[in-house]
């Protein structure tokens, strides 16, 4: 089956720092990229839509400018949440798709924590 | 606007049979996906359904009606790792999914 690997899985970091997150498609070309966060006994919530080559769509709400998205290939994207503070900690799930119908395949997810 | 809804909480016995709903109204319709979530994990797909009728697969089975507006995720010979969090999420005219809440399945003993 279609495996996304996600890295790294758990981060510390202080507040003001900034991390980045890779999310890799190990097995089929990803055309498009799906990044969620995820708070503790709440629902997904998606941040930003990536398709390869072209800039990230964000949802309402999310600061582009501070949850950066790249996606430069087919394989991978990454997420860089850059001057990290404790209300970022959270669970960073990203999820990629090779077609329109293909069904999402999940990464394990980074726990990250700012302290 | 668009809505997704299953139970919040459903709770079963080891061995026994549970079926979780889930009705949407979306903007259009290309396929409705079941994910399994633990804790603490990044969810799992368990099936998707674009056609009517139902989808068996081991002790999971998937259930559509699209003129209905609705699904249902059935499991079968429950075990204890069944315990988690079901997630209904369907992908409307855009081919963006819109997800459910999440129905958290507990199994007693």
């Known amino acids: 089956g279609a495996v996304v690997s996600q890295h790294p899985s758990r981060v510390i970091c202080k507040s003001g720092t900034s991390v980045k997150i890779e999310c890799r498609s190990l097995?089929?070309?990803?055309?498009?990229m799906f990044w969620y966060r995820q708070f503790p006994k709440q629902s997904l919530m998606l941040m930003a839509t990536s398709n390869e080559g072209s800039k990230a769509t964000y949802e309402q709400g999310v600061e582009k400018d501070k949850f950066l998205i790249n996606h430069a290939s087919l394989t991978l994207s990454t997420l860089t949440v850059t001057s990290a503070h404790p209300e970022d900690s959270s669970f960073y799930i990203c999820?990629?798709?090779?077609?329109?119908?293909?069904?999402?395949?999940f990464g394990n997810g980074t726990r990250l924590t700012v302290t | 606007g668009q809505n997704i809804d299953q139970p919040t909480e459903m709770t079963a016995t080891e061995g026994a049979i549970v079926q979780i709903n889930c009705t949407y109204q979306?903007?259009?319709?290309?396929?409705l996906f079941w994910y399994q979530q633990h804790a603490g994990e990044a969810p799992t797909f368990l099936s998707y359904?674009?056609l009517d009728g139902l989808e068996e697969k081991g002790r999971f089975s998937s259930f559509l009606s699209r003129s209905k507006g609705y699904s249902y995720l059935l499991l079968k010979e429950l075990q204890m790792k069944d315990s988690a969090s079901y997630l209904c999420?369907?992908?409307?005219?855009?081919?963006?999914?819109?997800w459910g809440a999440g129905t958290k399945l507990i199994i007693k003993p």
């Open positions: 999820s990629a798709r090779g077609t329109e119908y293909s069904p999402l395949h």
């Open positions: 359904n674009v």
């Open positions: 979306t903007s259009g319709f290309n396929g």
């Open positions: 999420a369907v992908m409307d005219s855009n081919y963006q999914l819109i």
């Open positions: 097995d089929f070309q990803a055309t498009t």
